[in-house]
């Protein structure tokens, strides 16, 4: 069973992986700067985590991948945040 969970965590670790490189190649071609970096996000996320999380601004593909590997979560700022190994402020 382990095996089992093991290959099949791996196997949507690739796919993840693989929307993330689509993306990046489909993100290159957009000319709106705002669509690609989403500083509105990243402006919304830093203050509603201000007292938990050291925020880093995260990209539309990187938000892809995060989306993808976290299927099962909210995927609210805080769950971003963790996903996306930032640092935790204690």
């Given at each position: 069973?382990?095996?089992?969970?093991?290959?099949?965590v791996?196997?949507?670790?690739?796919?993840?992986?693989?929307?993330?490189?689509?993306?990046?190649?489909?993100?290159?071609q957009?000319n709106?700067e705002?669509d690609?970096?989403?500083?509105?996000l990243?402006?919304?996320?830093r203050?509603r985590?201000?007292?938990?999380?050291?925020?880093?601004?995260?990209?539309?593909?990187?938000?892809?991948?995060?989306?993808?590997?976290?299927?099962?979560?909210?995927?609210?700022?805080?769950?971003?945040?963790e996903?996306?190994?930032?640092?935790?402020?204690?």
């Amino acid at each position: 069973f382990i095996v089992l969970c093991l290959a099949l965590v791996t196997g949507q670790d690739r796919d993840c992986d693989e929307l993330t490189r689509r993306c990046e190649t489909c993100v290159r071609q957009l000319n709106n700067e705002n669509d690609r970096r989403m500083p509105t996000l990243n402006r919304e996320c830093r203050a509603r985590t201000r007292r938990t999380w050291r925020w880093r601004d995260v990209g539309r593909c990187e938000l892809t991948r995060l989306n993808c590997l976290g299927w099962n979560r909210r995927m609210n700022c805080a769950d971003i945040a963790e996903l996306a190994g930032m640092e935790r402020i204690r």
